[in-house]
Each structure stands twice: as C-alpha cells, then as structure tokens.
C-alpha cells in the first residue's frame, strides 16, 4: 500500500507539466464524490489513497510545476519531498528531544544553518513553525516579553492588562500577517504607528518618528508585491543606539542574502533583534515551513516555554520551549534536507536563477507595450494592462487558459497582475511559454 502511494506521487510529478496549471471546473466538481456522508462500514486503504488520486489530484493547482507564480509560492525539491515521506512515515511528535532525538537535533541544526546562510549574528536562536506568520507571531512575542522585562514586567505571567505601553512601528506597506501576529499578542491591529513608504513600498527614512526602548519596529524584507526592501542601512544603526527592538519580515527577501549579486539589499537587517522567513517560499521546502529567529534566543524561550511534570526535559534545546505548539510535525527535518541538498551554492542559485526569470517576465511584457509597475529588484514583477476592469480581466482569462497562472493585486492605487518566480523548477522554457500565453490572451481580450 505504501509502495502504491509512492507510484501514484510519481505519477502525479509526471503529469504536472503537461496539464493545466489550474484545476479544471469538471475537476472540481468532481471533489463532490469525496464530500458525501462518513460512512458506517472501514474501506480498504489503498482504495482511499487511490480515490484521492483519481479525483483529488486533478483537482489541485500545479504548484509543484513550474509556471505556477501566485503569491509568492515555492515549489519542493526533491530532498524535501524525500524528507517529507520519511518524517510522514516516522510520525515523530518533534516535542521534546526524548520523543524524537532525529527531529530535534536536525531541526537545531537546519535553524543554524539559515541564520549562517541569511548572515545573523552568531547565537542566533529560534524556531520552526508554520509559516512567516507565526515566525513574525513567535519573535514579535520575544520582543513584547524584551520590552516588558526592561520595565519590570512578566507579560507571560501577569498579561498586557496594565502593562507598560509598547509603541509599534511598521512600514505603510506591511504584510497584512505581521498585522495580524500584533493583534494576537494583544498589540493591536489598529495600535500601530504606520510610517510613510516610497513608491516602492520602502520606509521613508526621513519619516521615521522618534525611537526609543519602549518601541518595537518592524522592518520588511521583500515587500510581497514589488520585493522592495526597506533602507535597513540607514535605520538599523539609530534604531538600536534608541535601544528599540527591530524586528525584521523577511518571509522571502532575507534569502537575498545567500547571493553575492543580490546581497547589498539585506545590509544592515543583521543589525536586527528577531527576523522571520519562510522555507516554503525560496528555498523550496515545501508547505508548511516557517521559521523564526532571535538574536537573544533566551526571550523567545521566556515567551514560548512549556513545564509540566510529565513532560521530561534534559540539558539539550527542547523545541517545545521555542514554539507555540507542544505537539508539532518534524518539519525542521524537511528544512535541513533542503539545506542540505542545495549546499550555500544551491540556494544561491534559486535565488538568482528565479530572480533573472522575473527580470525576463518585465522585459517581455515591457516590450509587448505593458506598464511594469514595480522596479523589478527579485522575483516579483507587478505588470498593468491598462485599466483596473481590463487588468483582472486579463488575469481571469490567464487563469482560465491554464498555461501559467498569476494572481492580482492593487499596488498603491493600481490594479496589476502579479508574477512572484519562486520555484526551483520554473525553467526558461517555462517563463517564455507564459509569456506568450500572457501576451496572446491580453490581445485575445481587446
Ligand atoms: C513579506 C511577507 N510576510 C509574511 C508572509 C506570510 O507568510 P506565510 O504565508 O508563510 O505565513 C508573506 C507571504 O507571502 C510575505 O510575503
């Protein structure tokens, strides 16, 4: 059975250059058969994982392809996918180092190895979570517990309720995640000083109000729509001789920093006190994989430790004190077997390869009378085919025609398509495939 599992994944790998890049209506429709009433009677195993196969598999976007550029969507190399199937088939709970010795000291080790890889400071601590949300959740909890702790205040232990108050300071152009994380540690959504940004997205250094220790301040890494970077250089320095607390989105630009041509735009974020990325964005670990990281890793362990008498604890890092959840999937294993099959080079050439192929995607469509909207400085490229009604239309019928598939956005006022180049496999056959399919349809549509 498992065997046959493992055929139906290949299968599943073959066809995904060949079909289209979205899932049909019909096989849409057809998840119906899988959403019907429990039954009372066991089924045989096999015909469950072939029934999801024969009616779940078509009904999947081709994320593992490589003309998917929605959002900003990494693919899986094949280490990781390898890794995947072993940590499914071990089901260890990566807890505690006397559940799983393997997940706990690989997942240690790949956390180095990414605060090596993006340039942080040695000590660097952290945790492997879900995604760049809970990363920006996990070290925005380390600095609430920081700033506190200075005034004499246990916010694990007493709450915010009368708790000295925490300015927050983010870029106009904040990932709506890093809003979200503030809300859930009780900082507020809304409670934030929004600084002014540039055309890019970038902070407007010039705007920056007063810092001072009680401030926590969030820089971004790689804007989701233009992948801008703000001007760390200029703020970090005075920000830090401020005593703030810097905190640093990097769900995908930090990785910038793996690339001599690209590195010059993450100067200065290593002047931060916590950063988040991703793995399931460029280095192409596969979802779900996130991770947080903390100059002073002892503050997010204050803000994150778990005891309880059963709950055995030795001299070695626990994951559990590091991580919102107790119970937790190996994923820091898939993390090092990505690392550890691209190597420092690998990585770099993901970064850089897909880089060139956004730069082709704004050269293309430059020279077919496109309006780029964004300084195409990574993977992402913001294109306007004319007015906001006909730029969706564009995008809907992109789509519909399956070759690729691009999302839309409204960048400052603009509609646009977006194009985020963020898989390993995406070739330059892929990128002028889809830019024939795009042009095609934009003159299709007029
Ligand atoms: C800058 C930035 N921060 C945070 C996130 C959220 O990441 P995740 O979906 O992994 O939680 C994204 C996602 O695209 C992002 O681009």
């Known amino acids: 059975m498992i065997a046959e599992a493992a055929v139906f994944c290949a299968d599943y790998l073959a066809g995904v250059d060949g ?36 009616l779940g598999s078509p009904a999947t976007v081709a994320n593992s392809g490589g003309r998917y550029f929605g959002f900003v969507n990494g693919g899986m190399v094949p280490a990781a996918l390898g890794a995947a199937m072993l940590v499914s088939t071990w089901d260890q709970n990566a807890a505690f180092q006397v559940q799983s010795p393997v997940a706990a000291q690989l997942e240690a080790t790949a956390l180095r190895w990414v605060a090596e890889l993006l340039g942080l400071p040695e000590g660097t601590g952290g945790a492997v979570v879900t995604g760049a949300t809970m990363a920006n959740f996990c070290a925005l909890a380390a600095a609430r517990h920081a700033i506190l702790e200075r005034d004499g205040w246990n916010v694990e232990e007493d709450g915010l309720f009368g708790a000295p108050p925490i300015t927050v300071m983010v870029g106009d152009e904040v990932h709506s995640s890093l809003v979200k994380a503030l809300g859930m540690l009780g900082l507020g959504r809304r409670r934030v000083i929004r600084v002014p940004v540039d055309g890019q997205g970038r902070m407007r250094v010039d705007a920056l109000p007063h810092l001072d220790a009680r401030t926590i301040l969030c820089l971004q890494a790689g804007n989701v729509n233009t992948g801008a970077f703000d001007p760390a250089g200029a703020i970090c320095p005075a920000a830090r ?18 690339s001599d041509k690209l590195r010059d735009l993450t100067a200065g974020f290593e002047l931060a006190d916590s950063w988040a990325t991703d793995g399931h964005k460029w280095p192409n670990v596969g979802y779900d994989c996130g991770v947080a990281l903390v100059r002073d890793a002892r503050t997010l362990k204050a803000a994150m430790s778990i005891q ?128 024939a399919a795009m042009v095609r349809i934009v003159l299709e549509a007029s």
């Open 19 to 54: 079909r289209s890049v979205a899932p049909s209506a019909e096989a849409v429709a057809g998840l119906a058969d899988l959403c019907g009433d429990l039954p009372d009677e066991a089924a045989d195993p096999l015909k469950i994982v072939e029934l999801l196969h024969s």
């Open 241 to 258: 001789a401020a005593g703030a607390w810097i905190h640093v989105d990097g769900a995908f630009g930090l990785w910038a920093a793996t």
């Open 308 to 435: 309880a008498a059963y709950l055995m604890q030795g001299e070695l890092r626990e994951p559990s004190h590091y991580n919102p959840e107790l119970s937790r999937r190996a994923r820091g294993v898939e993390l090092w077997a990505a690392l550890r099959s691209l190597g420092r080079k690998g990585m770099a050439e993901i970064v850089e390869r897909t880089s060139a192929h956004a730069r082709r995607f704004a050269e293309g469509l430059r020279a077919a009378g496109f309006a780029v909207l964004n300084e195409v400085v990574i993977n992402q490229v913001l294109v306007s085919f004319g007015s906001a009604e006909r730029t969706l239309e564009v995008v809907r019928r992109i789509q519909e025609d399956g070759t690729c598939w691009c999302g839309s956005t409204v960048w400052q006022g603009k509609t646009a398509m977006r194009i985020s180049v963020s898989s390993w496999v995406t070739s330059e056959r892929d990128v002028e495939m889809s830019l």
